[in-house]
């Protein structure tokens, strides 16, 4: 064999030893067909990053009766921990089809590009599979697990009066046997003529989370799911070396159409407050996103957050902890909006509950919904891309130079 031989020889063996997938010919590629196809991306890109780094940890978390999986790749820093960066889909089920979009294209574009010397990533793929798989927003319990995190069950009699109030309107019961009903209706009647319930009100009573009706709307659960324990102490576990935290949950609905919500916490020490202030401040970053603080007009601060487990897992005033809710607004958060999202929540709610009067009532109602939460819009998607990645790479650049 001659030494070119023997170069193409080694060189093929070493391709062959990083089976990277290539990256998406068509941008839009990245956007799953459903959550086994993205599931299966997922894992290749697991193995994939084994081969290359050191140290890479992946687990499976198992979840429900039909046994799907939340898949975890955790990437360690390869010299000692500085930074981590912590990137979730699919925490509303049907919202991880850009979340995993979102995923991959940072395994594929931005992550050869990081020194992972000293910045570890944590990857978690499908926090609520079964909802991915069925194109809901909770799990198989009913349960909105982005208000099921916390680390005390205290959280589980939390009251939302608001809810309850409203809870005869929201909460409708029989079958759904017309895809064109506007069950929101009674509720437009009490803010525009009776005036007894705001927007805000509403927003807050809906979005919050309650903790009573395990049929309603954005029911938190009465205790922990089980991947909310097995996140819980995976990040406990991984992070705890990591003396600065940047964890983004991607998610997809609330908010402008087509505008990337950078969803602040209050909870949070004052260095992280203070690093906060620093990281959303890019010359450029109003193209991109908007910060959008819990108190801003039309938002609201929920109970049980996932994004905000990292902060109280690690207060120590020296570490810096930033966790933010990444979500890609669909429809808008004004009145239309509002109306629009809630009405579909609804009648979505109720077919899932007491089933449909036919199979057309049915596949429109889910149709309806999905796009509340997967808009099939073109422009939407390469929005979805393009603030996705500013994100993923410049502010998350930003965030690993400023603390080194
Ligand atoms: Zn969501």
Redesign the pocket.
């Known amino acids: 064999m001659n030494l070119l031989q023997t170069l193409t020889l080694g060189l093929i063996s070493l391709l062959s030893f990083v089976p990277a997938p290539s990256r998406a010919a068509n941008p839009a590629d990245y956007f799953p067909k459903d959550y086994d196809a993205s599931k299966a991306r997922f894992l290749r890109y697991s193995d994939a990053l084994r081969a290359k780094y050191r140290g890479v940890e992946t687990e499976a978390f198992t979840v429900g009766a039909e046994r799907l999986t939340v898949d975890t790749t955790f990437v360690p820093a390869q010299d000692s921990p500085r930074t981590l960066l912590v990137l979730t889909s699919g925490?509303?089920g049907a919202?991880g089809y850009a979340g995993s979009a979102l995923q991959a294209l940072f395994i594929e574009e931005v992550l050869p590009t990081l020194d992972l010397a000293h910045t570890g990533v944590l990857l978690v793929h499908a926090l609520n599979p079964w909802g991915f798989k069925h194109e809901r927003?909770g799990t198989e319990n009913n349960v909105n697990l982005?208000r099921n995190f916390d680390l005390s069950r205290d959280l589980f009699a939390t009251k939302n009066e608001g809810y309850d109030q409203l809870r005869e309107l929201l909460e409708l019961r029989g079958p759904v046997t017309n895809a064109c009903a506007f069950p929101a209706k009674d509720l437009l009647w009490r803010m525009l003529v009776r005036k007894d319930v705001t927007q805000q009100s509403l927003t807050e009573a809906i979005g919050k989370g309650q903790y009573t009706s395990p049929e309603g709307i954005n029911y938190g659960g009465h205790d922990f799911e089980s991947q909310t324990t097995d996140m819980i102490r995976l990040l406990a576990r991984v992070a705890a070396p990591y003396p600065a935290i940047f964890h983004v949950d991607l998610?997809?609905?609330?908010g402008k159409k087509g505008v990337l919500h950078v969803m602040t916490k209050k909870e949070m020490n004052e260095a992280s407050r203070a690093a906060q202030s620093k990281l959303f401040a890019g010359r450029d970053d109003a193209a991109h996103y908007e910060l959008t603080p819990p108190e801003a007009e039309g938002f609201y601060e929920i109970l049980g957050d996932y994004a905000n487990i990292p902060a109280k897992l690690f207060p120590e005033p020296n570490r810096v902890v930033i966790g933010i809710?990444a979500?890609f607004g669909t429809v808008g958060n004004g009145l239309g909006g509002k109306v629009v999202t809630i009405n579909r929540l609804i009648k979505e709610n109720e077919g899932y509950l007491y089933g449909y009067g036919d199979a057309r009532t049915e596949a429109k109602v889910k149709r309806d919904f999905r796009e509340l939460?997967f808009p099939s819009s073109a422009k939407w998607r390469a929005g979805v891309l393009a603030n996705g990645k500013y994100l993923l790479d410049t502010v998350v650049k930003r965030f690993i130079s400023q603390h080194p």
């Open positions: 925490n509303h919202e927003r982005n998610h997809t609905g609330l809710t979500e939460f």
